[in-house]
């Protein structure tokens, strides 16, 4: 029947659910996010038995608490664990003032598929990794998901659909042309900006441009992705042809808001990884597959690839584009941005 929603339109509905801060069902859990949670929800799901909050080990690490599976923790929240606990679990914001949260016991042993799950879920939310889970039967109304499926789909990749495209004079290529792509799986679309007529049949000049609304928008002098966006569409200018993506991938992936809490801590004395790390995010959460999708989609195989970031070599050449060349790029330092780039070179790799 077609009119029953699929796996991968359930899961979109999971993230708008959990973002509104209603629970879903994975397995045979109810889950919730933390940041999101009302202090009502937590006392029908605190009414319903042992509630375990799922932490990342990136998260649990920083807690000082037990990780006994790869990559996350299950910590049992105490009968009086209000709203204000579980948010100091899940927040590193006020981690410096009051540094003991514990002692916290973890769980070991049982199943931790739908913990996974639920982990995965609230990333691809762009919600912070805290999930309140309690086991409990499906309630009306509420979007239910397995844990297995449910991993394996958000481990897999979206497929992208050309939705418009028009010509667009930009000040660097008055021969210009921006193209919408849209995922299948109801997450945020992504765009290509084409610039001239670039032959389908030689290495094009691209850059794998991710979104930063502080960079690119309002020129913060704290990273240096307004200048490489410019300067990026500059050099196609002048070439007369290049392909620009620009992957709705705010933040490595961790969304504005997380990249905001991430500053927050930086101006707490953490590095850009320390921060991602202690709001229990990997340094780099961007699915690399989407420019590769979309250099393909395009009709490209081959490109001269303007970065100083070798994993972005590495992920196309994986993905079956050739990186014919790569092109640096660097930009100006200034006082604000200095200590960001010496640590993505010293921790990412970064050519700089
Ligand atoms: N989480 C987090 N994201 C940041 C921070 N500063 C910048 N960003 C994001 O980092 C991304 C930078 O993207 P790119 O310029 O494509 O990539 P790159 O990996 O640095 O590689 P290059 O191709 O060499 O520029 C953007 O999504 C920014 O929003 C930070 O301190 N924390
Ligand atoms: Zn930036």
């Known amino acids: 029947m077609s009119l029953i929603p699929t796996l991968t339109e359930t899961i979109s509905r999971a993230r708008a659910d959990l973002r509104m801060g209603l ?28 509630n375990i909050l799922a932490l990342t080990g990136r998260r649990a690490e920083t807690l000082k608490a037990r990780v006994y599976d790869d990559g996350l923790a299950r910590v049992q929240v105490p009968k009086d664990g209000d709203l204000r606990w579980l948010r100091a679990l899940a927040d590193p914001a006020g981690d410096l003032m009051t ?3 514990g002692p916290l016991l973890t769980q070991r042993g049982g199943e931790v598929q739908p913990h996974q799950a ?44 050309p939705v418009a495209s028009a010509r667009l004079p930009l000040l660097a290529a008055e ?40 960079g690119d928008v309002l020129g913060s002098l ?26 709705n991938q705010e933040g490595r992936g961790i969304g504005l808001a997380n ?25 780099d959460e961007r699915d690399f597959r989407i420019g590769a999708a979309l250099l393909r989609r395009l009709g490209f195989d081959t490109v001269r690839l ?14 079956g584009i050739s990186v ?9 330092r200034n006082r604000f941005n200095t200590g960001y780039l010496d640590t993505k070179a010293r921790k990412s790799g970064h050519l700089l």
């Open 23 to 50: 629970p879903v069902v994975i397995g045979s859990y109810l889950v919730a996010a933390v940041e999101t949670l009302s202090a009502e929800r937590l006392a029908d799901m605190h009414a319903l038995g042992q």
């Open 99 to 101: 540094p003991m949260k």
């Open 118 to 161: 639920a982990l995965a879920l609230a990333k691809s939310a762009q919600l912070l990794p805290a999930m309140l889970m309690v086991p409990a039967e499906a309630q009306p109304g509420l979007t239910v998901l397995a844990a297995g499926p449910l991993l394996a789909q958000l481990a897999g990749e979206a497929a992208m659909a």
């Open 175 to 214: 021969r210009s042309r921006l193209h919408i792509f849209r995922p299948d799986d109801g997450s945020t679309e992504h765009y290509a900006i084409e610039i001239g007529d670039p032959p389908r049949d030689a290495p094009v000049l691209t850059r794998l441009h991710s979104a930063c609304f502080t």
């Open 222 to 247: 704290k990273c240096d992705c307004g200048p490489q966006l410019q300067s990026a569409l500059t050099a196609m200018g002048q070439a007369g042809a290049g392909v620009l993506l620009y992957l």
């Open 259 to 283: 990249k905001m809490r991430a500053y927050d801590l930086q101006n707490q004395g953490f590095d850009t990884v320390e921060a991602n790390h202690r709001l229990g995010f990997e340094d």
């Open 306 to 319: 303007m970065t100083n970031n070798p994993r972005k070599v590495e992920m196309l050449e994986g993905q």
């Open 324 to 332: 014919a060349e790569r092109v640096a790029l660097i930009t100006p």
